[in-house]
């Protein structure tokens, strides 16, 4: 059992950052590959980036490459997105999710929301104009 908690949404005004958390405990957080998916009101979820157990692969979306970064300290049990320069088609909910099925594996996980056997609640990003 893996408890994912988001933390780190709020309002901010277009142009500026913010720092997501997705802190984990239960399991062995650190073998894990996790990602970044968002839904905005009335939209599908979106997968927004992934990352490897160890931090060394990575995916992102296209929509957000060079504008959001994915990192991990397993020490922490925490991954992080940071998100720069953000627009109001930012705004959604941001939940991160666990793919405890292949323990160490040195490739991303991916952008299909079924890879993923665990979720976090979320948390909302607001943008305003």
């Known amino acids: 059992q893996v408890q994912l908690v988001e933390s780190g949404g709020g309002l901010v005004q277009a142009g500026g950052s913010l720092r997501l958390s997705c802190a984990a405990s239960?399991?062995?957080?650190?073998?894990?590959?996790m990602g970044w998916f968002r839904q905005a009101p009335g939209k599908e979820r979106e997968f927004v980036v992934a990352?490897?157990?160890?931090?060394?692969?990575?995916y992102y979306a296209d929509s957000v490459k060079g504008r959001f970064t994915i990192s991990r300290d397993n020490a922490k049990n925490t991954v992080y997105l940071h998100m720069n320069s953000l627009k109001p088609e930012h705004t959604a909910v941001y939940s991160c999710?666990?793919?405890?099925?292949?323990?160490?594996?040195?490739?991303?996980?991916?952008?299909?929301?079924?890879?993923?056997?665990?979720w976090g609640q979320g948390t909302q990003v607001t943008v305003s104009s």
């Open positions: 999710a666990a793919d405890t099925g292949h323990p160490f594996r040195t490739v991303v996980s991916g952008d299909d929301p079924d890879a993923y056997d665990y």
């Open positions: 239960g399991h062995t957080f650190s073998a894990y590959a």
């Open positions: 990352i490897s157990w160890s931090g060394g692969s990575t």
